[in-house]
């Protein structure tokens, strides 16, 4: 089996649940996970309605032909091991995963204690925050978001700086306080201050959002002082996930002259449990944004280097059952790629870390709709949403959850990254 | 031995070359060091012209009334697991270490097998970064370097941002590019434009400066969602070390708008190598600047939160053979304390862990002398400084050392930080 027939759209799994759903044969996204009833956490892949534990198959043998086999990369509490190894052992398991799923090889699909102990049901698990965060960046590399929050500042003519379209904007994150879906999202307190007020005060976030974003993990890394060229870059991306980079507006406002934001997004972000390789995501290789003005050699990057990534953003406030659908974006959309952010931010000689998380940025498209946070939604608050229950949000309440998923879909098969999802739970009191 | 009598300035150790020395009995800092013909890194306390491996003394049981003894906590590779006891182990330890080095006290004196392989000479050893740091921040605390700055950029009347005397204004570091002190610097590539271009360019940095900082290191930490009050924090800073926060300023103009700087910093920040207890800094307490106005109630610290420790910079020209000093500082100046850095820091829920470090900013003084990068010594290049050697300097160039020292001087003894010291090495070409 090589790469290529990995992405056929005909391959069938004998795990039948495969077939049709965010997570077939053509998929197979890793993760950590751990029965809900015993045992440690481990590397396992999703299939269909299943999670195969891959430590297991390690132990049984399985990757033998390989020489990463049977080193205990995959019994681990994170995947960052594995990751380490870069995008060639990560190709070379997912060809070896679509043979043994293959639903004609009979070498796990007849092996029935291994079928016994190595699947395990999505519903029976718990997962866990998949890699190792050493050094966490967010970039800005949406020219509607970056439009949108000019305009709202800065009015429209002087809406994008003058080096937004130069190069990818970005800032360093705290990486602390990434933390899996699911987690509830404890409301921030600090310092702001209002324009008609005289003095600063201290208090519970009044302007609570979300960002939908993106991110990369990096496989293998580089050396300080060395940096990736635009040319290599790809190779070093190893993985993505959805991210919610939680945002306090009132805050941000006040603090972020002149050294950018600080307490507004160190309180929580949180991002999908499962990472979906570059390997999955090559079917849905799309042409990105014309970029006018050319950018400088070190980031001037050829070919199609977007990726057609549905992107939904939905909540659900205490009032309510089920989550609502407010906003439909696409990471299509961005306009500067993910290779263009890793040469810049590595252009310095910046060292990069396997596990290091580089994310995107709001991604908001063209149209109102695909707004990728609630201070464009809203327009800051002046055009607040209207709910189904009929209540109305201009900012994230306490109670509400919100959820983000993201799925790529061609006439064959649809691949999904699952959801990030996060409750708010009310402020605590300090002092 | 209780910790008051651990400042008793009559203390004499029977390592003859501490008293005098940068390293007193009474000073006691921590490191990770390995001897340069053999074996692995572990944690050492300087004493005199020596380092004694505490990895040795807890094998031989000299630790063993305490909880902490036999547990491999020195046998490391970094501080980490010592740290994360808090400040009660370390006061701990360094009681028991003044009881042992004292030179009334026969246990360690008179145990000649001990003695022998447990004490090594300075210059027989290596020493390696000294803390495991997931997150780094750096502050701007500096009043002076503040309005210095401000005055360079937007005039003498909006010198200061409106939020600059309410909060401690800080941003979010590159962790994976702090390095020991004596790591070659690389010059960073990055992209610029001057004001008379039309378009930016990619290149070398032109603008390579320095900046004099401290930092201090997490012991304890706390958890995501729960502040750490302005009375608790100084419970949680563990140790101070020099920082050098390289800084490329022709990058840093033209990237940081609206995000803060980001590879203008993130190429290399070098911190001295060892990690200088709070306990041993106690006795130089001094009071700070007035605050005013008053802060808000979760950063209003009582007592005084100063501490006087002297800073030296000097530079060493590759046509020189001796350093020279440019500047003399003092870590008092700075407006903003470390634990109102850290209870503003963790007011937003904000999770710090054992071994983040926290660096001040720039610590420039009230006069031209005192100030802690060359962007105000000489005044954006203004006024480059002349050397002995008759060479000018505007900013740094190939060839360039710079070190950074520091340390405590009262009528009895004196502690010293070391020193940090980085060369500029050419920049890589890229492409």
């Known amino acids: 089996m090589n790469l290529q027939e990995t992405w056929n759209p005909k391959l069938v799994s004998f795990i039948e649940s495969a077939q049709g759903s965010d997570f077939p044969i053509q998929h197979l996204p890793l993760g950590i996970f751990k029965p809900q009833m015993d045992g440690n956490y481990r590397v396992g892949v999703a299939i269909g309605h299943f999670v195969l534990d891959l430590a297991m198959l390690d132990d049984f043998g399985l990757f ?5 086999a049977r080193k205990k990369l995959f019994n681990r509490l994170k995947l960052n091991r594995f990751m380490a190894l870069g995008r060639k052992a990560s190709q070379e398991l997912r060809c070896r995963l679509v043979e043994l799923l293959s639903a004609d090889n009979p070498d796990l699909r007849d092996h029935q204690e291994l079928r016994t102990h190595a699947f395990h049901r999505m519903e029976d698990i718990t997962m866990s925050l998949p890699v190792e965060i050493g050094d966490y960046t967010d970039f800005y590399s949406s020219k509607e978001h970056a439009t949108n929050v000019g305009i709202m ?58 960002e939908l974003e993106m991110g990369f993990f990096i496989g293998s890394g580089n050396k300080m002082g060395e940096p990736i060229s635009i040319n290599d870059a790809e190779d070093h ?17 006040w ?12 309180f929580a972000t949180s991002i999908s449990p499962w990472v979906v ?15 006018n003005p050319k950018p400088l050699a070190y980031l001037d990057q050829q070919g199609a280097h977007a990726f057609d990534i549905k992107l939904d953003v939905s909540i659900k406030t205490s009032q309510s059952e089920t989550f609502e659908s407010i906003s439909s974006s696409n990471f299509k959309y961005l306009y500067w790629s993910m290779a263009q952010q890793l040469a810049h931010h ?26 990728g946070s609630l201070l464009e939604l809203t327009w800051r608050g002046a055009s607040p949403i209207t709910l189904k229950t009929g209540e109305q949000r ?23 990254f699952g959801e990030v999802v996060g409750e708010i739970v009310p402020a605590v009191h300090v002092q």
């Open 64 to 68: 033998d032909e390989y020489n990463w």
């Open 153 to 210: 500042f800065r009015g429209k003519d002087n809406a994008l700086q003058p080096n937004w379209l130069h190069l990818p904007v970005g800032y360093h994150g705290r990486a602390s306080t990434i933390v899996k879906s699911g987690t509830p999202i404890v409301r921030p307190s600090g310092q702001t201050k209002s324009d008609t007020e005289e003095n600063p005060s201290f208090g519970a976030c009044r302007l609570l959002d979300f």
């Open 237 to 253: 991306i190893w993985g993505m996930v959805v991210v919610n980079d939680w945002s306090a507006r009132d805050i941000q406002k």
């Open 255 to 266: 603090e972020y002259v002149p050294l950018g934001p600080f307490l507004a997004k160190n």
């Open 277 to 291: 390789t570059m390997e999955a995501l090559e079917p849905f290789r799309t042409p990105g944004p014309v970029q």
């Open 346 to 371: 590595t252009s310095s000689g910046c060292e990069m870390r396997t596990g290091d998380l580089l994310a995107s940025g709001t991604i908001s498209g063209p149209t109102p709709d695909s707004y």
């Open 394 to 416: 201009t900012f994230l309440k306490d109670g509400d959850s919100l959820r983000m998923s993201a799925f790529c879909q061609n006439e064959n098969y649809r691949i999904g």
